[in-house]
């Protein structure tokens, strides 16, 4: 047996892959033509098999699936709810029938009273309206005036708190030149002073001994 062959062989048991298989019988042309052979009858193998689709009418089909049924039109029963809903608004409505002479009157039950409750209605909302704008602009000028208010001390409180502390530069930088100015005289004072100084009181410890 080839080394070729139970190569062929180990592919076909699983043992390698076909990649691993492909490389190594790539020098042998009689082995790698069957193993592309034997490849070609596994994926045809593998292939799933679909059963062929019976013909259908589909245009029957939709047709019948989507006919609409013919309607019966009936104009009575309309008819009836109709009148049925304006006997129900006129029962419901301030509407008066009168007969008289020349013919059927209709007219509104108390309507200058309804006009001039419905005009008392208008102007309370409309009242009512302007003092609630009235009362929320009231409260918007509060809390800015609140707010300026605030700024403007957080404003006074930083000026005095820069005003202080440039007090405080002042004062210190003051003490730093009279420290200086003293620290110069102190020194000048050694220099020239306590030498003359000290000659004087050796001086005056020497003469009482003469």
């Known amino acids: 047996m080839s080394n070729s062959q139970q190569i062929f062989e180990a592919w076909l048991a699983g043992k390698i892959t076909a990649s691993e298989c ?36 589909t245009m029957s089909v939709f ?11 009936s104009w009575w029963p309309r008819l009836s709810v109709a009148f049925s809903a304006l006997a129900l608004v006129i029962s ?10 020349s013919g059927l009157t209709l007219s509104w039950r108390g ?3 309804i006009q001039q409750e419905q005009l008392d209605t208008l102007l309370a909302s409309y009242r009512k309206e302007q003092l609630d704008y009235i ?4 409260q ?28 405080m530069l002042e004062l210190v930088e003051y003490l730093n030149q ?7 005289y102190w020194h000048y004072w050694q220099e020239n002073y306590q030498p003359s100084q000290a000659r004087l009181d050796a001086s005056a410890v020497v003469r009482p001994n003469r």
């Open 22 to 57: 492909e490389q190594q019988l790539d020098q042998n042309t009689e082995w790698y033509s069957r193993f592309q052979t034997a490849q070609m009858i596994q994926r045809q193998a593998k292939a799933p098999f679909f059963a062929p689709v019976p013909d259908i009418d």
């Open 63 to 73: 047709a019948q699936q989507w006919q609409r049924p013919t309607q019966s039109h």
């Open 92 to 101: 419901l409505s301030p509407l008066e029938m009168q007969m008289q002479d």
């Open 111 to 113: 309507g200058q009273q």
């Open 135 to 138: 009362q929320i602009q009231l």
């Open 140 to 167: 918007n000028t509060q809390q800015q005036q609140a707010s300026q208010l605030i700024l403007l001390k957080d404003y006074l409180t930083e000026q005095q708190t820069k005003e202080r502390r440039t007090d």
């Open 178 to 184: 009279q420290r200086q100015s003293d620290w110069h």
